[in-house]
């Protein structure tokens, strides 16, 4: 009998900063059999975090040693011939970001293009870097649907998928955003932070 597939799911940091803390460790193991799926994390992300002080105040945990920990044993490495590729296809998306008028960043980009060069799902809750990969048909996954993973697989159960979504609520991070989504895929109405 022959090992399943892993797929790795590139989380972009809007998804990382929903799920990171509440499902701790999130790297560095798979979940699930038949397939089993990999949380991986760009690299760039800390350079992101720690250069923002908005992003530094709101997720101050991120900081923490554990954390820290967490997203080295999940980065991404990516081969030489590989950040080639992923440079051209940035070039190309930023393109495309200018001509749809979208407010994606080069980071933004660059999180796409290796998961398209590297053969990635992506899981990313930015709306108009949604919109780009619907412009190349290239699929993608939501804080959403990586909880639904989560409970399908048996990393969560559905009551660790509520408490982290009622810390979204608490943070107001999203409700009205998430709520048809989040009805849909668990059947239930959004929970609120009490």
């Known amino acids: 009998m022959g090992t399943s597939p892993v797929i790795k799911v590139l989380v972009d940091s809007n998804v990382y900063f929903r799920v990171g803390r509440e499902f701790y460790p999130l790297f560095g193991g798979t979940f699930g059999h038949g397939p089993s799926y990999q949380l991986v994390i760009h690299s760039g992300t800390n350079f992101e975090y720690y250069n923002n002080s908005r992003l530094r105040s709101k997720f101050s ?12 044993t999940g980065r991404l490495r990516i081969g030489e011939a590989k950040k080639r590729a992923v440079n051209e296809t940035i070039d190309f998306l930023q393109d495309t970001v200018a001509e749809m008028m979208l407010t994606c960043s080069r980071f933004d980009c660059q999180c796409l293009a290796t998961a398209m ?12 870097l949604q919109k780009l990969c619907q412009q190349y048909e290239f699929p993608f996954l939501t804080s959403i649907d990586v909880l639904g993973l989560f409970l399908t697989t ?5 009551d660790q998928v509520r408490a982290c979504v009622e810390l979204w ?6 409700r009205a955003r998430f709520a ?8 239930e109405p959004l ?4």
């Open 191 to 194: 929970p609120r932070h009490e």
């Open 169 to 174: 609520d608490y943070f107001g991070d999203g």
């Open 180 to 187: 048809v989504e989040y009805e849909h895929k668990f059947g």
């Open 61 to 72: 945990w991120m900081s923490d040693e554990v954390y820290s920990d967490d997203r080295a």
């Open 117 to 128: 060069e590297m053969g990635l799902q992506f899981a990313t809750d930015d709306i108009d």
């Open 154 to 158: 048996g990393k969560a159960s559905m």
